[in-house]
């Protein structure tokens, strides 16, 4: 009997596909597997895959790429690559509809030839919550079905939880890399995961990276608070700002000084009282925005309009774009595969025409895209455990303690009952215990980021967790 391919080496593989747009190489699949694999054992499983119709094959056996079956043919995307677009004639882009092209041709005209214009607060008064749509009725509802979980309803922040570890590096990259960050995506995770900066980068570039998955986490563990006020904006802005701003009392504050937009003609408010007044505004639209697709796409185009911030407006933007799909559970946003200069485009069309179309088609097509990976991730995950979802902040706020304590094993384990006494329903203290005695034994250098822990932390509380391994390293 031939060997099987057992299903969680079947998702992970399927997953790494669909991580680089549905259509990847051997290397690039490689690169992106949770363990490594030797190139036969590899080519085993991908020739498995092409005998079940789960991959399709194309071209010679040392340049084949390996496609989706739901994935176009003529797509080609590959790792850090920007997609091209349809309007310079290739067939694997971001579709654009007549008026998005009009705007990308507007936008893309020299200086000299574009309008100066100021702020139209019009832009904003104008919209009106659940009378006013950016997005049709038929793309919001295509939205919702691909984003939709397949899973029962659970606490909000629960999807966003079974996809952190991946979602903190997809999206810190992407956000980033829409920046001008020139971190590698394998560069990100390093980071992320090990507190590894890359060699010869500006340490700007690795702050920035640290920011986001900072931010990210903060959204996702008080998934149960955040939203469209200001609480949460001011925070996510102080969050993503921390160390990169000239003025470092500027972080989680409304701008009170002019600014410029570099490579437009838009002059933003220069007013501090106007612009606290037009945020107000604005953050109250969003809220009473019922649809989750609307109130995200709302915010991408009205928060980077406005300009509230000294700097790191469209970083607030697109982080905050995913508060209602924490909130709600849908899959995450995190702009896989979204070219630079096309996003760039759709926001100065923002500024500059207070139109619209450009950027929505980028974020349709970057929803359904992120929707499609997100959802490979989740099989190859499996279902996830219903008693430690619910006690997953919980256990969160324990491996912190611990850790940042410096706890070594015998305090831990008299700290874990007097904790679980006060935190755990009694039913459920000893399946809690044994819970967080698992994950304190298993904790180790690429795993602890998820519990939000700083390496440095981590490094003190392994010195008396471990002194034997420690002092002999």
């Known amino acids: 009997m031939p060997q099987q391919l057992r299903e969680p080496d079947a998702a992970a593989i399927l997953a790494a596909v669909s991580q680089h747009g549905g259509v990847a190489g051997q290397k690039e699949i490689a690169a ?71 705007i990308q041709d507007a936008v893309g005209q020299p200086l000299e030839k574009r309008r100066p214009v100021g702020y139209n607060r019009e832009f904003l008064d104008a919209y009106q919550p659940n009378v006013t749509f950016y997005l049709p009725a038929e793309e919001r509802a295509r939205l919702a079905t691909a984003g939709r979980p397949n899973f029962e309803a659970q606490a909000a922040g629960t999807y966003a939880k079974q996809v952190l570890s991946r979602l903190l590096i997809d999206l810190s990259w992407n956000s980033s890399r829409l920046e001008g960050n020139t971190y590698s995506l394998l560069d990100t995770k390093r980071l992320i995961e090990f507190g590894l900066e890359a060699e010869g980068r500006d340490r700007l570039e690795a702050q920035m990276i640290v920011n986001h998955k900072e931010a990210i986490a903060f959204l996702v563990s008080e998934a149960d608070e955040i939203g469209f006020n200001r609480y949460t904006i001011l925070n996510l802005h102080a969050i993503l700002a921390h160390n990169l701003l000239r003025d470092e009392a500027a972080a989680g504050r409304l701008r009170q000084i002019a600014v410029g937009i570099e490579k437009s003609t838009f002059h933003p408010l220069a007013v501090p009282q106007l612009i606290d007044e037009c ?105 996830p455990d219903p008693f430690r979802f619910r006690y997953a902040s919980t256990l969160r706020h324990l491996v912190q303690e611990v850790v940042r304590g410096r706890l070594n094993r015998p305090t831990a384990n008299s700290y874990l009952g007097s904790f679980a006494e006060r935190n755990v329903e009694t039913a459920d203290q000893d399946r809690f215990r044994q819970m967080a005695e698992t994950e304190l034994l298993n904790l180790h250098e690429g795993n602890f980021a998820r519990y939000q822990i700083r390496p440095s932390e981590f490094k003190a509380w392994e010195e008396v967790w471990n002194p034997e391994t420690t002092s002999k390293a």
């Open 279 to 383: 945020f107000n505004e604005l953050l109250r639209k969003a809220s009473a925005i019922q649809d989750p697709f609307e109130q995200a796409f709302f915010f991408m185009v009205q928060l980077p309009y406005l300009q509230p911030f000294d700097d790191v407006n469209k970083r607030v933007s697109r982080l905050g774009a995913n508060i209602p799909f924490i909130r709600q559970n849908y899959s995450p946003l995190s702009f896989t595969d979204v070219p630079q200069s096309l996003y760039t485009s759709g926001i100065l069309g923002i500024y500059e025409l207070n139109r619209v179309d450009l950027l929505k088609d980028v974020f349709l097509w970057a929803y359904e895209r992120s929707a499609q990976q997100y959802t490979a991730v989740r099989q190859s995950l499996g279902e």
């Open 32 to 102: 992106h597997l949770p363990e490594h694999l030797s190139e036969r054992t590899l080519q085993f499983r991908l020739r498995r895959l092409v005998d079940q119709g789960r991959l399709l094959r194309e071209g010679a056996r040392r340049t084949a790429r390996y496609r989706l079956p739901e994935a176009p043919a003529t797509l080609d995307v590959q790792a850090g690559a920007e997609p091209k677009n349809e309007h310079a004639g290739s067939a694997g882009a971001i579709p654009l509809s007549a008026a998005a092209l009009e």
